[in-house]
């Protein structure tokens, strides 16, 4: 009896041991930060509480640079803005900074996403990929973007008529749905489509904890994916019975990004000219990635969009001014509806609200890359060791009194003004690594946010939130719950 006890205190005693060994790592280099738990490192509040309130709340206390720990493993958050543009821009972010954190699953498309993918492989999948985003390729999709801002307006239309609250994240879900569904596969989304589309971005507590904390080597036993696998499976397979319908029938004339990657896939007869090209599985993982990036993160910046010009109608006023003022010198008093998305680009206030929105509520909270060898951090006496995650707390930055005074004001005219310091303002990140898809959101934004005010006002609701609230999401991605307003139609 006494021997098994004892085996039993020996067992915890290694176990604690196991799971607290590295929990010093970072006090015995002078750096500061949270303290870590057993098993959880220091990540446990972050899925009880919205996580750009802790990552805000440790910036506060620890500073600009300061240790955390995934589980068991040290990682290091820099949120200094030179060495920022260190690790994100240039030759350092090529040469120990070009990956990010290793994706755990064992799903074939999500391992092949842009975003998963690694070193050389990831160099040349992003340079085939890339010109799909260029502005002679972007103008092919605009009519997709016109005709969906069509029942967009229509529904703004009856909710004015009504005077009956609006969801935004539901409205702007329905035209990014429509508008990314075309362009992406050329495909108009039926309810199944869209229940799909709403699956992907489900993560429950248990699945991101075990990302963070469960060795890869464990999770792949299980068959372990963080997206969920149902609507990964369902995308890959809708992906797949388009490109067999195009080889079939010949219909290889759509201006759509599938098209784009077909046109760039790996044959037999291109065999020998394989780096320059996609393998199926490749062109799969992208439509899927760029589909279900392309719908979550345009519907939330016109959402916060419209949200901020509810509460600010004075920005309104003057957004809505610049744009009269702009498309009546183009075209005069009688503004078509078929507008010139070059005119909107133009629009210096249009842009700068949405910059202001991004700022405000960027959807990502934080980014991070992966140290690929050992390197000594700017002018600190700090080793980042080969493998080391390293967060840039982006969502810290962009509401530091330091960087941007009145932080939590909404107020465009601060990027009207020249005075952003470099490494501060990273929505789509910065680098080779930065959001491949930012112009065709941008563009997609200004299209739909410019068509709603020539028409429409945003106005707050009595059930509007001031603030907004969030779920605890338990990863660095922001979480809105509703955010409703009202609509009235201009005179």
Same mark, same amino acid.
């Given at each position: ?74 990682? !290091? ?20 900074? *070009? ?24 160099? *040349? ?8 985003? $260029? ?45 990314i569904a075309h362009s992406a596969f050329a495909? $108009? ?93 490749? @062109? ?9 990036? +392309? ?58 609200? !949405? ?10 909270? *934080?980014m991070e890359r992966r140290a690929s060898s ?7 006496? @700090? ?34 003004? +020249? ?17 491949? +898809?930012? *112009? ?11 068509? @709603? ?19 605890? $999401? +338990? ?17």
């Amino acid at each position: 009896m006494i021997l098994c006890v004892g085996l039993v205190l020996a067992c915890g005693f290694l176990w604690y041991w196991y799971l607290t060994k590295n929990h010093k790592y970072w006090a015995s280099r002078g750096v500061a930060g949270p303290q870590p738990l057993p098993i959880f490192g220091t990540y446990l509040c972050q899925f009880f509480t919205p996580f750009q309130d802790s990552e805000l709340e440790r910036y506060e206390k620890y500073g600009k640079i300061y240790g955390i720990y995934d589980g068991t493993q040290p990682g !290091l958050i820099v949120g200094r803005p030179d060495l920022v543009r260190q690790i994100m821009v240039g030759q350092l972010a090529l040469d120990v900074f *070009r990956n990010r954190r290793a994706v755990k699953t064992t799903h074939p498309v999500m391992a092949k996403f842009l975003s998963s993918l690694e070193d050389d492989t990831w160099k *040349r999948v992003r340079s085939i990929t890339a010109p799909t985003f $260029t502005s002679g390729k972007l103008k092919r999709i605009i009519p997709c973007m016109t005709a969906a801002s069509g029942p967009l307006l229509a529904n703004l239309a009856a909710a004015a008529a009504n005077a009956s609250d609006l969801d935004l994240k539901a409205l702007f879900g329905a035209y990014t749905m429509d508008v990314i569904a075309h362009s992406a596969f050329a495909t $108009t989304p039926d309810d199944v489509f869209v229940q799909q589309a709403s699956l992907l971005f489900t993560f429950p507590f248990w699945r991101k904890f075990l990302d963070y904390i469960v060795p890869m080597a464990v999770l792949e036993k299980f068959s372990f994916t963080v997206l969920p696998k149902d609507p990964m499976t369902f995308f890959r397979e809708v992906t797949i019975r388009i490109i067999r319908h195009r080889r079939a029938t010949g219909e290889m004339h759509h201006q759509d990004f599938l098209q784009l990657l077909m046109d760039a896939e790996e044959t037999e007869e291109t065999g020998s000219d394989v780096k320059k090209k996609l393998t199926e599985e490749e @062109i799969l993982a992208q439509s899927v990635l760029f589909f279900s990036v +392309g719908f979550e993160t345009s519907s939330q910046l016109l959402a916060y969009a419209g949200y901020c010009l509810a509460l600010n109608p004075d920005v309104q006023d003057t957004a809505y001014e610049k744009i009269i003022e702009a498309l009546q010198k183009k075209y005069g008093t009688e503004i078509p509806e078929e507008i010139d998305p070059e005119e909107l680009t133009k629009i210096k206030y249009l842009n700068a609200v !949405l910059d202001e929105t991004l700022r405000l509520y960027n959807p990502v909270l *934080r980014m991070e890359r992966r140290a690929s060898s050992d390197f000594q951090l700017g002018d600190t006496n @700090i080793i980042i060791p080969k493998g080391m995650i390293v967060g840039i707390p982006v969502w810290a930055m962009h509401h530091s009194e330091e960087f941007y005074p009145d932080p939590w004001a909404f107020d465009p005219e601060r990027f009207l003004t +020249g005075n952003i310091v470099p490494g501060t303002y990273l929505p789509f990140g910065d680098g080779p690594r930065n959001c491949i +898809g930012s *112009r065709f959101a941008l563009l997609e934004s200004r299209i739909a946010l410019a068509k @709603i005010l020539l028409k429409f006002k945003f106005v707050r609701s009595p059930t509007t939130k001031v603030p907004l609230e969030f779920f605890p $999401t +338990g990863r660095p991605l922001l979480g809105p719950k509703a955010i409703v307003v009202r609509v009235e139609e201009r005179n």
